[in-house]
């Protein structure tokens, strides 16, 4: 069955940086666009970042471009998001997500399979 793993949260300073894996399985990973969803205590699951299928073309939210860079290596089957520049506002559970489809979408709905996620912490 699909597996998408996370890894690489935890506490951070204001300022500071993280980087965060996810690891796929049970799917042609490849054939999938990618991206990171988070969510905050108290409020819905936000859109992120996305990244193509061959990883040639990628989009961000307004609030982190900028600081935050997606990326993904198709012979380790992982998608990355390095986080940089960390604020108290982006203190989320970060998800990654899979899409089967070619074209890339930012609405959670639109993501077949997800991770488990993992939490990002960023203090003042």
């Known amino acids: 069955q699909v597996q998408l793993v996370e890894s690489g949260g935890g506490l951070v300073q204001a300022g500071g940086s993280l980087r965060l894996s996810c690891a796929a399985s049970g799917m042609p990973f490849s054939g999938y666009v990618m991206a990171w969803f988070r969510q905050a205590p108290g409020k819905e699951r936000e859109f992120v970042s996305t990244i193509t299928r061959n990883g040639g073309s990628t989009y961000y939210t307004n609030s982190v471009k900028g600081r935050f860079s997606i990326s993904r290596d198709n012979a380790k089957n992982t998608v990355y998001l390095q986080m940089n520049s960390l604020k108290p506002e982006d203190t989320a559970v970060y998800f990654c997500?899979?899409?089967?489809?070619?074209?890339?979408?930012?609405?959670?709905?639109?993501?077949?399979?997800w991770g488990q996620g993992t939490q990002v912490t960023v203090s003042s």
């Open positions: 997500a899979a899409r089967s489809r070619i074209e890339i979408a930012t609405t959670a709905a639109q993501y077949v399979y």
